[in-house]
């Protein structure tokens, strides 16, 4: 039994902790929160380019580390517990994970440039309330290019390119688009997370490459978000995590009644409802990092058990780390609603809960039929 | 990250399945349990507990000399795993083996371990464990039964409760009060107890699930020698945390129907396309898988040979109340029906109904759900435990009720 991970990468997550610590401190999250104009860190985002963790999934054929999924998790975490406010995830894991769904040759063309920074990827499905699907999609590919309208794009007006979910005949398909191209006009858009930018992007008669086979959008698309969902579930591990410490903290040095408010069950037992929380969702998450790092086939219910448990252990997690703190909670300057915010971006931003609880229990059914 | 046993590690998983394969069956429809009579389950367990013991396996991780294998506590969990897959009669033993010997192992004289633990792990004599009692279940050291000296001998009289097997163990390890003068956690002393001698009279509990597992036990005048001390008088309670410490490692399956038996059930029914039933599934499954996995980190860190952290601990808070949850959701989605108790007329032999009355019970046995919370929130993230008034007011002088 070997169901955590190697020396290696818990050397690499530790390491990955110390700079992070460092170089993106609460100050640096601020920096983004509260200017407008500021979409994201850049002097973390050059940083974090020089390390190679972009490359950290990519083989070393296309500039990449090499190392593989399980290292991306273990880096995923620790983006989580600090709110990094820089496109990693939407580069390293949605754009990164969607080229791997590509030929060698898009692979080569694109790679080289996560590698070194040139290229900040994103992931634009939405278009509007609801989860999209082949059904409501507007955004259409004819000829080898797309029309549409894009709203939210998570990092859409710093993305160098996008994949994008588009109608396609009867069907969808999965198209990659440099954003810097023709036919392309980008907003950015307020959101309920400010630490990280947002833009409505519109495409007219913008060029687009296929990724796959055209019609195949659905199919890849689930593919795309099954791999996307275990690597966020460990940002938001790593949120929830965090939220804990903050909470557990306070509780200890804040005084009411002549004691630290941690010595009161209704805030003990508030703790220990998030601990058991972040502890299935923590095993949930290894069993979701295992799946992927193994192509296991059954990534699909280890994916949306992953998501599922992690979505609700930071959104509890951060909101009871506010009640913990009292009114102090709910002050700017106080970093719990940074964590509440986050963990809301991270719930909905590749399917939220419900649509992965239908996922879930279609994995379970085609599982309990075959 | 893998799922595989080591090389040592599935030899050994060869060796106890070879061996437990030649004594039991595998899991049927109907557990043994549930087809033969007390009696004959009763000889089957003792039979099947001497074949284990005869053979070394009757305890995993204890040393040769005191009947066990000498193996890991990784051993353990891959003997139990493997006896898991059997329909194994293996009740009778577990708190004797697994609280009661360890305690007379760690405090008893060279006697007491002659006479009573290669008995214990042959399964010739059953031992059981009286601490709980009416006004003292969460704050255990409260307890009343009372000790008083007498010559060389101890006189007992008192009220334990919850006791599991206490109709049938020869003996029992008895946490009584000898100082009701001092603070309560140094007015205690631990006994070992022939549960067959006069005076003591262990009455079946009728519980509110309607059944009689378990049982209250008095002592009237019961004697009880000197010599049958564990520990020092007064240092009860430090004996007890040594019991309590050595409660089994954690590694049974899941208390009751879980998510796959309810979703079962939902298809025959013809519900499975209900929205709010299908959400809540998911998150049945999403926590049980949770917990399962979460065994899976204990098990990796004993593989490896270093301790297990405490994730371990969130077990019965979960496996407990989605217990509940899962029962309750599938009566109701049987309507009026659901109230139905009889097994022949019922989906499932009215598993769900059954186990519905049995989950109250299992979120209080063995530490209720606050209990577990208080213990998660002190010993592993370090919050303060409460500000106490009975930790040093002589006993006779604490308020009670």
Redesign the interface.
């Known amino acids: 039994?070997?169901?955590?991970?190697?020396e290696d990468q818990k050397f690499l997550g530790n390491e990955a902790r110390k700079f992070l610590e460092s170089s993106c401190t609460s100050a640096v999250v601020r920096g983004v929160l509260n200017d407008d104009d500021v979409s994201h860190d850049a002097d973390l985002w050059k940083k974090i380019v020089e390390m190679g963790w972009l490359g950290a999934a990519i083989p070393e054929e296309n500039g990449g580390l090499g190392l593989g999924m399980?290292e991306m998790c273990v880096l995923a975490e620790e983006m989580g517990r600090v709110l990094a406010p820089v496109p990693f995830a939407s580069t390293a894991y949605f754009f990164t994970e969607a080229v791997k769904l590509g030929d060698k040759s898009q692979q080569a063309e694109y790679f080289p440039g996560i590698v070194n920074g040139d290229i900040i990827g994103c992931y634009a499905a939405s278009e509007g309330p609801g989860a999209p699907n082949a059904a409501n999609l507007t955004t259409e590919l004819k000829g080898g290019k797309i029309s549409g309208t894009k709203i939210p794009v998570t990092d859409g007006d710093i993305a160098t390119h996008a994949v994008v979910l588009v109608k396609d005949g009867s069907g969808s398909s999965l198209v990659l688009v440099d954003l810097q191209g023709e036919g392309v006009t980008r907003n950015t858009v307020k959101t309920l997370d400010p630490t990280r930018s947002h833009a409505e992007i519109t495409f007219k008669d913008a060029p687009a490459t296929l990724l796959g086979k055209s019609g195949d959008g659905a199919r890849l698309n689930e593919d795309l978000l099954n791999r996307v969902a275990v690597l966020l579930a460990f940002e938001q591990l790593g949120g929830a995590s965090r939220a804990?410490e903050m909470a557990?903290d306070y509780?200890?040095e804040r005084y009411a009644f002549g004691?630290?408010i941690?010595?009161n069950?209704a805030?003990?037992?508030k703790?220990?409802?998030i601990?058991?929380k972040n502890?299935?969702?923590?095993?949930?998450c290894?069993?979701g990092?295992?799946a992927l790092?193994t192509g296991a086939a059954e990534l699909p219910?280890a994916a949306?058990?992953s998501r599922?448990?992690a979505s609700?252990a930071f959104w509890f997690a951060s909101k009871e780390n506010i009640q913990t703190h009292g009114g102090m909670g709910f002050t700017w300057e106080v970093d719990c609603h940074l964590y509440y915010r986050r963990a809301k971006l991270l719930a909905v931003q590749a399917g939220a809960p419900?649509v992965?609880?239908?996922k879930?229990?279609r994995a379970?059914?085609t599982k309990?039929a075959a | 990250?893998?799922?595989?046993?080591t090389k040592e590690?599935a030899a050994f998983r060869k060796e106890a399945h070879d061996f437990i394969a030649k004594h039991l069956q595998p899991k049927g429809n109907k557990p043994i349990r549930q087809t033969m009579s007390g009696d004959d389950y009763m000889k089957a367990a003792k039979a099947w507990q001497k074949a284990k013991a005869t053979a070394g396996y009757a305890k995993i991780t204890w040393p040769k000399e005191m009947g066990g294998y000498g193996g890991t506590a990784?051993q353990q969990v891959i003997w139990n795993q493997e006896e898991g897959k059997f329909d194994s009669p293996g009740g009778p033993f577990t708190i004797g083996l697994g609280m009661c010997i360890p305690t007379v192992i760690a405090f008893g004289s060279d006697e007491h371990k002659k006479r009573y633990v290669q008995k214990a792990v042959l399964g010739e004599e059953i031992w059981c464990q009286l601490f709980s009692e009416p006004s003292a279940g969460s704050d255990v050291a409260g307890l009343k039964t009372k000790a008083v000296k007498d010559g060389d001998e101890w006189v007992i009289n008192g009220q334990k409760v919850w006791t599991s097997g206490a109709h049938y163990s020869d003996y029992g390890i008895l946490l009584v009060r000898t100082d009701p003068k001092v603070p309560k956690h140094k007015g205690l002393t631990m006994f070992i107890v022939d549960m067959k001698q006069e005076g003591v009279e262990a009455r079946p509990i009728h519980q509110a699930s309607g059944g009689r597992e378990f049982n209250e036990v008095y002592f009237t005048d019961v004697r009880i020698k000197d010599s049958d001390r564990l520990g020092d008088v007064g240092q009860g309670w430090k004996v007890a945390i040594v019991t309590l410490m050595n409660e089994r490692l954690a590694v049974g399956g899941s208390p009751g129907p879980d998510w796959?038996e309810i979703?079962?059930y939902a298809k025959d029914a013809g519900t499975?396309e209900d929205a709010a039933f299908?959400?809540k599934?998911?998150?049945w499954?999403?926590?049980a898988?949770?917990?399962s996995?979460?065994k899976?980190?204990t098990?990796?860190?004993?593989?490896k040979g270093q301790t297990p952290g405490p994730?371990n601990s969130?077990g019965k808070?979960?496996t407990a109340n989605q217990l509940q949850d899962i029962c309750n959701s599938a009566i109701e989605m049987q309507d009026h029906y659901g109230l139905i108790t009889e097994q022949d007329r019922m989906p499932a032999d009215a598993l769900f109904q059954q186990s519905f009355m049995w989950a109250p019970g299992l979120r209080i046995a063995g530490g209720t759900d606050?209990i577990?919370?208080?213990i998660?929130?002190?010993r592993?993230?370090?919050?303060?435990?409460?500000?106490r008034v009975d930790k040093t007011a002589p006993f006779d002088e604490l308020k009670s009720g």
Do not use: C
Not at chain 2, 299 to 303: N, V
């Open positions: 039994m070997n169901f955590d991970f190697s399980l804990l557990k509780a200890l004691k630290p941690g010595g069950q805030i003990k037992h703790l220990a409802d601990y058991v502890e299935i969702a923590r095993s949930n290894f069993y990092a295992w790092s219910e949306a058990a599922l448990a609700e419900p992965w609880k239908e879930l229990v379970l059914e309990n | 990250m893998d799922f595989n046993d590690e990784m796959s979703m079962n499975m299908r959400a599934l998911a998150d499954y999403v926590a898988q949770g917990y996995l979460t899976l980190r098990q990796t860190a004993l593989s994730e969130i808070i979960i606050e577990l919370k208080n998660i929130s002190e592993v993230l370090g919050l303060p435990g409460d500000i």
